[in-house]
């Protein structure tokens, strides 16, 4: 096992990314909230840091016209510029 220092946790990271990608739609989390069926508070919990499960985040994804595997590969991109900070 290997620790990696970073300076916020990757489901935090994730978040912020679909974050960004919802702005980019002009959704709010109400919206999001909404049409992927997860509660408002969940789902801002769950952006703040908190998991999601896979069927979570394949309905958000979906909500933010986004695949999966492209919202995971900005938010690894995003840690790894975090590493190199």
Same mark, same amino acid.
């Given at each position: 096992?290997?620790?990696?220092? +970073? ?5 935090? +990271? ?21 049409? !992927? ?8 919990? *769950?952006?703040? @840091? ?8 394949? $309905?958000? $994804? !979906?909500?933010? *016209? *986004? *695949? @999966? ?11 790894? +510029?975090?590493?190199?900070?």
């Amino acid at each position: 096992m290997f620790h990696v220092e +970073q300076k916020e946790p990757a489901s935090q +990271q994730l978040g912020n990314v679909l974050k960004r990608f919802f702005e980019a739609e002009r959704l709010t989390q109400t919206d999001v909230s909404v049409k !992927a069926g997860i509660p408002r508070n969940s789902l801002n919990r *769950k952006l703040s @840091g908190g998991v999601f499960s896979y069927d979570e985040l394949t $309905c958000v $994804c !979906a909500v933010a *016209k *986004k *695949k @999966g595997l492209e919202v995971l590969a900005a938010a690894d991109a995003l840690m790894e +510029q975090g590493l190199a900070a």
